[in-house]
């Protein structure tokens, strides 16, 4: 039935008309003002920005669209077809907002297999893993460092160091399985909110974000979440951890759905779940980076300054494994890891100045 002269929103209510005119449907009259001729269906519903949908007649929320669907056609008597032009309308609005940002967004195209990327992140980590290609020594991508005492891997993302620590790492914890990476899908942001919540408490977690992306093109925002003891924060006397594995990605797609990655392993700082090798590793690697620091600043105060380094003894092979570490009362009286040591170099003493012996502790592999 073709109809002349009759608005595009007003087709649904003329058809149902007709149709009931002719006898092929039946409805019943519903005493509600949006089923009025003249109302716009693209009205009905809109998004409050914080993840839940409105309806426009009652101003009631809610968490989804399939919910607030079934709210205007259990409440206000919304037909069939008026639902599904709204369905219709949406998926316009979002095709046209993804266009727009797809406009607005670099992409990053890898020149081996033609492969775009949104991040150039993305396609680094890309080149390396598929096309072994190696980056340049003073690139500021990969600058993702482990924490473990002498490794010094750089990685270009939080999950590829999760899943370097597991592998190499993982006799570091006493949970062998703390490292493993967790992928989970919520509704909606509150049950994402309580299983955060709930990880963090049987994890002994605690993060802060770190970044928020709101310029993307399949998702309306990515934030990443580190860490508390990550950098300088969490730690006293300027004590810090380079970067803990720990980390929480969050994607907030257009559905209102949240994907995450996540992992809820820790190095690197103090934790419940590190070995006592860990720890005494972990302290051994503050006190000479403390006794770096000290020997920088008294360089800059122009500070004489006497400077010991140590090389491992030819005479006996050293094996990490072995070595049993104490604690620092233990070491200033027993001092057992100098049995191991000889004197290497001294370098020349200014004359005339007070000597502040500063020690710095170097191993190399014989």
Same mark, same amino acid.
């Given at each position: 039935?073709?109809?002349?002269?009759?608005?595009?929103?007003?087709?649904?209510?003329?058809?149902?008309?007709?149709?009931?005119?002719?006898?092929?449907?039946?409805?019943?009259?519903?005493?509600?003002?949006?089923?009025?001729?003249?109302?716009?269906?693209?009205?009905?519903?809109?998004?409050?920005?914080?993840?839940?949908?409105?309806?426009?007649?009652?101003?009631?929320?809610?968490?989804?669209?399939?919910?607030?669907?079934?709210?205007?056609?259990?409440?206000?008597?919304?037909?069939?077809?008026?639902?599904?032009?709204?369905?219709?309308?949406?998926?316009?609005?979002? *095709?046209?907002?993804? $266009?727009?940002? &797809?406009?607005?967004?670099? !992409?990053?195209? +890898? =020149?081996?297999?033609?492969?775009?990327?949104?991040?150039?992140?993305?396609?680094?980590?890309?080149?390396?893993?598929?096309?072994?290609?190696?980056?340049?020594?003073?690139?500021?991508?990969?600058?993702?460092?482990?924490?473990?005492?002498?490794?010094?891997?750089?990685?270009?993302?939080?999950?590829?160091?999760?899943?370097?620590?597991?592998?190499?790492?993982?006799?570091?914890?006493?949970?062998?399985?703390?490292?493993?990476?967790?992928?989970?899908?919520?509704?909606?942001?509150?049950?994402?909110?309580?299983?955060?919540?709930?990880?963090?408490?049987?994890?002994?977690?605690?993060?802060?974000?770190?970044?928020?992306?709101?310029?993307?093109?399949?998702?309306?925002?990515?934030?990443?979440?580190?860490?508390?003891?990550?950098?300088?924060?969490?730690? *006293?006397?300027?004590? $810090?951890?380079? &970067?803990?594995?720990?980390? !929480?990605?969050? +994607? =907030?797609?257009?559905?209102?759905?949240?994907?995450?990655?996540?992992?809820?392993?820790?190095?690197?700082?103090?934790?419940?779940?590190?070995?006592?090798?860990?720890?005494?590793?972990?302290?051994?690697?503050?006190?000479?980076?403390?006794?770096?620091?000290?020997?920088?600043?008294?360089?800059?105060?122009?500070?004489?300054?006497?400077?010991?380094?140590?090389?491992?003894?030819?005479?006996?092979?050293?094996?990490?494994?072995?070595v049993q570490f104490k604690d620092d009362a233990a070491a200033t009286t027993n001092k057992p890891e100098m049995d191991r040591l000889i004197p290497f170099d001294r370098k020349r003493r200014m004359p005339?100045?007070?000597?502040?012996?500063?020690?710095?502790?170097?191993?190399?592999?014989?």
């Amino acid at each position: 039935m073709h109809l002349v002269g009759v608005p595009p929103e007003d087709m649904l209510a003329v058809d149902e008309e007709a149709y009931e005119e002719e006898g092929t449907s039946s409805s019943v009259d519903v005493p509600c003002d949006v089923m009025d001729p003249m109302f716009y269906v693209q009205n009905a519903i809109y998004d409050s920005g914080n993840g839940q949908i409105i309806c426009s007649s009652c101003m009631d929320e809610f968490p989804s669209y399939r919910k607030v669907y079934a709210h205007l056609f259990d409440m206000h008597g919304f037909s069939k077809q008026q639902i599904e032009v709204i369905k219709a309308q949406r998926r316009i609005s979002l *095709s046209q907002r993804n $266009r727009n940002n &797809q406009r607005k967004q670099t !992409i990053y195209s +890898c =020149e081996y297999c033609d492969i775009q990327f949104v991040s150039k992140s993305g396609l680094m980590n890309h080149k390396k893993r598929l096309h072994n290609v190696e980056l340049p020594p003073t690139t500021s991508i990969d600058n993702i460092v482990c924490p473990s005492y002498g490794c010094g891997m750089s990685f270009f993302t939080y999950m590829d160091l999760a899943i370097h620590v597991d592998s190499c790492h993982r006799d570091l914890t006493t949970i062998s399985d703390c490292f493993r990476i967790h992928r989970d899908r919520f509704p909606d942001k509150a049950s994402y909110a309580k299983w955060r919540k709930t990880m963090e408490i049987q994890t002994d977690s605690q993060f802060y974000t770190r970044t928020t992306d709101n310029h993307l093109r399949y998702g309306k925002k990515s934030t990443l979440l580190k860490c508390l003891y990550s950098n300088t924060r969490g730690h *006293s006397k300027g004590r $810090r951890c380079e &970067q803990c594995p720990a980390f !929480i990605r969050m +994607c =907030e797609r257009y559905t209102g759905e949240l994907e995450v990655v996540a992992c809820f392993g820790h190095l690197g700082h103090e934790h419940s779940t590190e070995t006592r090798r860990a720890a005494e590793l972990r302290e051994r690697k503050w006190r000479e980076f403390e006794s770096m620091q000290d020997f920088e600043l008294q360089q800059n105060n122009g500070e004489e300054t006497v400077v010991e380094a140590y090389v491992i003894s030819t005479e006996e092979e050293y094996e990490e494994e072995d070595v049993q570490f104490k604690d620092d009362a233990a070491a200033t009286t027993n001092k057992p890891e100098m049995d191991r040591l000889i004197p290497f170099d001294r370098k020349r003493r200014m004359p005339e100045e007070p000597q502040i012996p500063v020690r710095i502790m170097r191993y190399e592999e014989i």
